[in-house]
């Protein structure tokens, strides 16, 4: 017999079932699967934006709020020139076509290596109850972009800020049907906690997350 | 050596004892707070039980279920019965794709395994990527927290660790000892041509693993190297993502006190057409090794833990002999269940009693495990299988024959309370005590005033 048998049947014996499944077994996965129902929600209060920028900001996460799309060459260029970090980044291709140069940014459309030092990205959505960006990969949307480099500046539009988890899962199943590879929930730059419990931002991952909303 | 022993070294460790203070403060606090943020936290926990017994309730559909998702997205799903069959698969596959160096962020069911040791016999380098577990491989020690692993090491041990094996001035400031790290390994991220990691959550509906993390490494294991291994327990099964949702509101704020971790990442088979990044190849390892035995019965309800550690931050005994004492995997109260069903009760004799039984490792659990209650079963069990020391069998059944006696129980107190009163100084204590030495040889014993409560109570009532 299989491993896979001999687990699978040690279970069915030890709570006392026959061996073969009943039909009634199947369908009950079945049909909890179809409803999928949600756990009891906390309250976040009606704000579903100002919630939001909190939870980030508490996350250390850092957040500059735009009037419109083509701000964005400006207010990267102001980050970066505020933080002393050359600007020069990789991004997604959703913002290649942005005038970077009339900004003095040397942006490169590609996929990140080891080396990059800043990363621009999207995100699918973000999560007010958290204060987390929600990021999905696919051949426009590389993971890697907001992991390699050791700034991570994420662009994020009001309008897709959701209450909970459960609602970015639903805006998931919407738009998507089938999960992406990697489904990535960002909240804040890496850190860690290891040595003597003394958080240090940075560890494998961006030093620095900043959010552009739009 | 046996917990007893071990312990009594590490009461005496006074690096050791300042290293544990800081877990009280940081997890305990953490978890406090975090949880006071949830206004409905009762109805959470609740849930999050219930989550986990539906799942183990139909523990064989739900992976079936698994199983059918995570293959129809081009992930290979394998079965171990025992810790060797998951060394031996994990060795198949490296083999298969001509694996030289492997990179792993932390997973506890591959300490179980020694997973380690078995890729390096083989001619595998292997790489441990959170920080923790990192300097526990540069120190060649295990882990002594499910969650904080290097939690008894201070910072000038690992100074002194970095400076010797990395051949680098010794730096002492903690975020230049993590960028070193940092610095050391990301060509190892680079470079390495397999991943392994473990799984908090696989999530049937969508045949997804989850990881949660905080460094940022769990994401580069998953996402850099050409092959993915995912290693985790079968009881890791949950329904839905719904249901994830709601496990994650509690996780994080008993693991380490945050209301979320950095990181949460869902994988779902491996890279797809287009995709410039994700393995080309994702396996799955479903993982036994001793975890059909807690199914059925009331010790199932022990397979909805998701090592939190919550139970051990809590423990008195924990934080005072941290988690090296209890000798295996899994310290804290979950260790002093689960090791000895995973290795056998014979191999783990004292664990079942290295807890006060105070309570609080169940007050803390998020799934509302019942830890105090499954320890005394095992206390029970260890009794019937004779695994008791024979003095204390000895010492019960003899008591037990008085008992139920009580023309005679009654005239042995008698005698012996007066034998001790003799045998006390003036000032009415007991400097050592025949048999009692576990007691007098750190404290003097009270001695009784010479009457028992029997003969106080029968004269009152006259
Ligand atoms: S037994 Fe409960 S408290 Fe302990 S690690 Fe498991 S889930 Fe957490």
Known sequence: ?214 | MHFKARAGAKLADVRLQTALKKLQGNFVKGRADRIAELDNFPDIRDAAAAIRDRALENLDVWLDTFERNATARGTVVHWAETHEDVNRIVREIAARHGVRKVIKSKSMVTEECGLNDALESAGLEVVETDLGEYILQLAKEPPSHIVAPVVHKTRDEVSDLFAEKHNAPRLTDIPALCREAREKLRPHFLTAEMGVSGANFLIAETGSTLIVTNEGNGRMVTTLPKVHVAITGIEKVVPTLEDVSTLLRLLPRHGTGQSITNYISVTTGPKREGDSDGPEHFHVILVDAGRTQLIGGEMQQMLRCIRCGACMNHCPVYQSVGGHAYGWVYPGPMGSILTPTYIGLENARDLPNAATLCGQCEVACPVKIPLPELLRKLRERQFEQGLKPWHEVAALRLWGWLAQRPALYGLATRIKVRALKAMANPQGMIRSLPFGGGWTDRRDFPAPEGKTFRELYGKSKA
């Open chain 1, 1 to 214: 017999m299989s491993a896979r048998a001999n687990i699978l049947s040690r279970i069915r014996t030890r709570q006392g079932k026959a061996v073969t499944v009943r039909a009634a077994e199947r369908e009950g996965v079945a049909q909890y699967l179809a409803e999928h129902p949600q756990g009891p929600r906390p309250q976040t209060g009606d704000d579903a934006l100002a919630r939001f920028r909190e939870r980030a900001l508490g996350l250390a996460t850092t957040i500059d709020e735009l009037r419109s799309p083509e701000e964005l060459p400006a207010a990267v260029a102001r980050y970066l020139r505020g933080l002393g970090l050359a600007p020069v980044a990789v991004c997604w291709p959703e913002f290649a076509a942005l005038d970077w140069q009339g900004q003095g940014v040397s942006m490169d459309s590609r996929a990140a290596r080891g080396d990059d030092l800043i990363g621009i990205t999207g995100a699918f959505c973000a999560i007010a109850e958290t204060g987390t960006l929600m990021m999905c990969s696919g051949p426009d949307t590389p993971p890697a972009a907001s992991l390699l480099p050791e700034t991570h500046i994420a662009v994020l539009r009001r309008e897709r800020i959701v209450v909970g988890m459960e609602d970015a899962w639903a805006l998931l199943r919407g738009e998507h049907g089938v999960l992406p590879r990697a489904v990535n929930f960002i909240s804040g730059p890496s850190r860690t906690a290891d040595i003597e419990q003394t958080v240090t931002l940075g560890a494998h991952g961006p030093y620095r997350v900043h959010i552009l909303l739009v």
